[in-house]
């Protein structure tokens, strides 16, 4: 896969003693590649955006897995998927890594949500864009227990069956412990202003909770053990 770097913080470094700066890894759509990550270079401020290419040549672009239909996934093809993503994830961002984020679009976010029910320690949360869960049912109970997590989609998306999108929907707000908001945004099947305005507002209020919270900590010999 092809890795494509752009956005403010320095690259990481093993051994680094700083508090590690975001990292976001950006999946593209299904036809598109890489380069539609240029369009959350403002969005992700102070991190480093990483966006790989996806495995499977489609559409005169790539996708990262087989569908059989519209959000319903091959899910040969999609295992596929998630082993090398995450085979990638480890050689590009060094292991473990305490704020690491997903960001998907389409059948770029239906991967992320799989590798968020995968691993789910691995990440700090993500950002699914029009695009719903396809891991084999039923998704486990409180398996993102403490993870934040936005999900967007359009009012008018006409390339998603919506209950698809509606049972995802419910399942981050309910069963799945994480930290969920939900948007359905106007528009359809696509990347709106209005929803890259929505991603940085939260994800700027999100990675700047723990820094508040970690400001506010008494230092480690002050808290009384147990």
Not at 86 to 94: A, K, M, S
Not at 125 to 135: D, E, M, Q, T, W
Not at 189 to 214: G, M, N, Y
Request: hydrophobic residues 40%.
């Amino acid at each position: 896969m092809k890795l494509e770097t752009s956005v403010g913080a320095k690259p990481l470094s093993v051994g680094d003693e700083s508090p590690p700066p975001p990292v976001v890894v950006f999946l593209h759509g299904r036809g598109s590649d890489e380069n539609s990550a240029a369009m959350f270079s403002t969005v992700f401020e102070g991190a480093r955006l990483l966006a790989p290419r996806g495995l499977l040549p489609e559409g005169g672009g790539y996708a990262w897995f087989r569908n059989h239909g519209p959000g319903i996934a091959d899910l040969t093809s999609l295992k596929d998927c998630v082993n090398s993503l995450e085979g990638w994830t480890d050689v590009h961002v060094p292991s473990p890594h305490s704020n690491l984020w997903l960001c998907g679009y389409s059948n770029g976010a239906a991967a992320a949500g799989a590798l968020l029910l995968s691993k789910p320690d691995r990440y700090r949360g993500a950002i699914l864009i029009s695009g719903p869960f396809v891991s084999e049912r039923p998704w486990p109970v409180a398996r993102l227990r403490g993870l934040s997590i936005l999900m967007i989609y359009g009012e008018d998306d006409r390339v998603i069956p919506r209950h698809l999108l509606t049972e995802s929907a419910s399942y981050l707000a309910e069963a799945s412990g994480a930290h969920a908001s939900v948007l359905a945004a106007p528009g359809g099947h696509d990347i709106s202003q209005s929803s890259l305005i929505a991603t940085r507002e939260w994800f700027a209020k999100e990675v700047e909770l723990p820094q508040q919270a970690a400001l506010k900590s008494p230092p480690p010999e002050e808290i009384a053990q147990c």
